[in-house]
């Protein structure tokens, strides 16, 4: 792999502290200025890979690596930094607390008015949104983790008190931020004959059968999922739809609408603050439903498992968003997937029930597709058919395939794929819109997580060859001056035709690139493929190197020499490394056994010329 990703993050990590923290004092905001999103992110450039690689680990002073360290050095030393950082994350949980003490996610300057002029309301800009619940759940998660390792290290009892003041502040945050994903949850019945019945028929209907047919098809695939949508959903939003569902040509949809819906009742729970009335759509768009699934995954990780970041409220809570999440995951890989002959996901791009289609919405859709292949055990076969959409999104984005003129293309990528948030007018103002543009690193995190899922060698080298050049290409967008250098993104670095030249660094895209950089690292982490044939060649190779070592020893005599006995037994020991990794690492032990064999062979040699015998 060209992607080296330690020394890749101490860079960010040195950029990062030297835009963020120039005077002794933290500054939130980038290119688009400051909110509960945009300071999350940037703070996550920091905090993702520290709680989710050990060897980036900030919680135990004693045990941070010198390194990491001077990556940080703006910062201080091993004492300094977490406790700037506390500080820090002090600050943001302040920040985005109203007077009330009710949490406060909104998009503000993530927001767009739709059409060009069009300014936006400050209720408006105050809007709850998926993105800041999701984004809140893996922050607050990562302060759970460090704050719980690093106070078993201190013994100042004002620091202590800070710590605890931090802890109170991100649970209750934390608390919120689930509180709002289920909220938010949304389910869109219609009927089959409907416009977005229509559409979905469409899609699925790759053989061209009759539409009645597949809609009767489509309602058995889908009768488990309705059936828990229907008994299992019973509190927040999408659990009114759930009556629908029998009703005979009806089909739905099911994942997060962009904020918390329409009439969604409130939640009994610890006190959360105001639980604020929603006013979004009651129907799922994919890149909220994604964003949202990633969250949820982070609160039943191993890592939150193990450390018992979540208290009694919260645990109900999670299992609520687990079923959700199990339920849309399972939605969109039945859809995606259906049928027998080219699944829906290999007709790109994908087609929204809204009528939008766009190389972006494959790459989301393939991402619950991928979750639900873990769940499933998938083959190798149907995650090698994964992998060639993915290298169809990537030659179509231009992203492996050379670009030289402006084309619709490169939209994807600048200004982004933007799409209107139904509902946001009923605020009052202009109806808003919401911008994506993170399809390269995206892209690249989907191609190294399927890489780590393949167990066939073949398959899983082209997906790292694809994963290099993706790498390439975002390299290439990096920031290149002034304090913001070494961050990103700046397109015209790969699409030197786009009219547009930035200073500032994008926060947003930065931590994606960061959340690459981490999931490389956390693949390099994973051992090797384990080649049955080169285990069998190992094993072959042992028996014929043990054999030999055998008759060395029967055939030497005790008083040969000190030097020979050395041999003798340094050979013992190889063989002894060769036959521990033989099963884990079959490719060491196959080197490993060819070297002992190589020095058995020049001991027999020897022998023979001394002896005269053959």
Not at 174 to 202: C, I, P
Request: proline share 4%; glycine share 6%.
């Amino acid at each position: 792999m060209q992607i080296q990703p330690r020394q890749q993050l101490l860079d960010v990590w040195r950029a990062t502290v030297r835009l963020s923290y120039p005077d002794g004092a933290w500054h939130f905001g980038g290119r688009d200025g400051a909110n509960s999103i945009s300071d999350a992110e940037q703070l996550l450039c920091i905090m993702a890979p520290a709680t989710e690689i050990p060897l980036f680990r900030l919680d135990d002073p004693d045990a941070a690596n010198r390194d990491v360290l001077d990556a940080l050095g703006a910062l201080g030393d091993n004492i300094q930094v977490p406790q700037r950082l506390i500080r820090t994350l002090t600050e943001y949980c302040n920040r985005y607390t109203a007077p009330d003490g009710t949490p406060i996610f909104a998009g503000d300057t993530y927001f767009l008015g739709e059409g060009a002029g069009n300014g936006l309301s400050d209720e408006q800009r105050s809007l709850d949104v998926v993105d800041s619940f999701s984004i809140s759940v893996t922050l607050m998660l990562a302060i759970a983790g460090f704050t719980r390792v690093f106070r078993q290290v201190v013994t100042r009892t004002r620091l202590l008190e800070e710590i605890d003041a931090l802890e109170i502040m991100a649970g209750k945050r934390l608390t919120a931020a689930m509180v709002g994903l289920l909220r938010s949850f949304a389910v869109n019945v219609f009927s089959a004959e409907d416009k977005f019945g229509q559409e979905l028929v469409r899609m699925v209907n790759q053989e061209r059968r009759p539409s009645r047919v597949v809609v009767e098809e489509l309602r058995e695939a889908l009768r488990e999922i309705n059936a828990r949508l229907r008994d299992d959903v019973t509190i927040g939003s999408g659990a009114a739809e759930s009556g629908e569902l029998d009703l005979p040509n009806r089909l739905f949809e099911c994942g997060w609408s962009w904020g918390i819906v329409t009439d969604a009742p409130e939640i009994e729970t610890s006190d959360v603050g105001r639980q604020l009335n929603g006013v979004a759509q009651n129907a799922p768009y994919l890149y909220f439903t994604t964003v949202a699934l990633d969250a949820i995954q982070a609160l039943s990780s191993e890592r939150t498992r193990l450390l018992g970041l979540l208290d009694e409220a919260q645990s109900k809570l999670a299992q609520a968003l687990q079923l959700r999440f199990e339920l849309t995951r399972s939605y969109w890989a039945t859809i995606a997937t259906y049928g027998s002959g080219r699944w829906p996901l290999e007709d790109l791009p994908w087609r929204t029930t809204d009528g939008i289609e766009n190389d972006y919405f494959t790459l989301l859709v393939t991402g619950m597709v991928m979750q639900n292949m873990v769940a499933n055990r998938a083959s190798n076969a149907d995650m090698s058919r994964v992998a060639s959409v993915l290298e169809e999104v990537a030659n179509r984005s231009r992203i492996t395939r050379r670009s030289s003129k402006l084309e619709a293309a490169l939209d994807v990528h600048h200004p982004g794929l933007r799409f209107p948030l139904e509902g946001s007018e009923d605020a009052g103002g202009p109806r808003l819109a919401w911008t994506v543009a993170d399809i390269s690193p995206l892209l690249l995190k989907r191609t190294l997580s399927l890489a780590g899922l393949l167990s066939e060698g073949t398959s899983r080298s082209l997906l790292l060859d694809l994963s290099d050049e993706m790498w390439n290409h975002l390299a290439s967008r990096a920031l290149s001056d002034g304090l913001p250098g070494g961050l990103w993104d700046q397109p015209t670095g790969v699409f030197p035709q786009l009219d547009v030249k930035y200073t500032e660094a994008s926060w947003y895209y930065t931590k994606r690139v960061v959340d690459c950089l981490v999931t490389a690292a956390q693949f390099i982490n994973e051992p090797p493929l384990r080649s049955d044939l080169l285990a069998q060649i190992a094993a072959d190779l042992l028996n014929e190197a043990e054999h030999l070592y055998d008759r060395e020893l029967l055939n030497n005599s005790t008083d040969s020499g000190r030097s020979l006995a050395e041999q003798l037994k340094q050979i013992g020991v190889d063989l002894n490394r060769a036959r521990a990794v033989r099963r884990e690492r079959p490719g060491v032990a196959v080197a490993v056994t060819e070297e002992v064999l190589r020095k058995l062979d020049r001991l027999s040699a020897a022998r023979r010329a001394t002896t005269g015998t053959v």
